[in-house]
């Protein structure tokens, strides 16, 4: 994927993310597949507004479908979660180094003699 | 904060990542703290577009700013990253239970004994 597109692609995962509905339906999901009125039942939502809050979290890459006869399955997807967890982890790293910064140079002015 | 009070700031945090504009302000922020036109700059957008993205990361939790005198600097606001991790790490434990309750599952299943 090249960089347009893998931001494209966090554009998606985050507003896949930026709603109440949609993370209920996740929690669902990572116990176990589901089907949509499975899913739009315990959040008490019309099936039509469960299926496209589904739609937003597969362009998000968190979840993916499968019809089998005449029920469509959605089953979580991994990767989206690894997308995140590398987000977070370098951003982590960025304000960690950061930091480290500040207290080298705390540590250089406190070492420095008074004039 | 109450659980509806929390939900609402999970949706702005996310939506505040939503944004390529928005991510760049972010890693710059990890390296220190910026005005708006340090902002600004780098990403090739307007000051008044980078004050409104501004706005969105301090709404989502991620930035804190001070106005000295005529300049306005802005500071990552660690405790953001944080409620992602947290966030991010409850899924992962979720997902991997659904993971070990599948794999017991299978290993009963081989137990069984033929019929």
Redesign the interface.
Known sequence: MNRVAE?AQ??????A????YR?GM??RL???PASVSDLAGPLGIALPSAVKHLAVLELGGFVVSEKVGRVRTYT?E?KA?DA??AW?AR??K??N??FD?LELYLAQQTRKPAR
């Open positions: 931001s966090l554009d998606r995962l985050f507003f993310l930026a709603d109440e993370r996740l929690d990572s116990r176990g979580i991994p979660l995140m967890e977070v951003r982590r960025l304000l180094s950061q910064r």
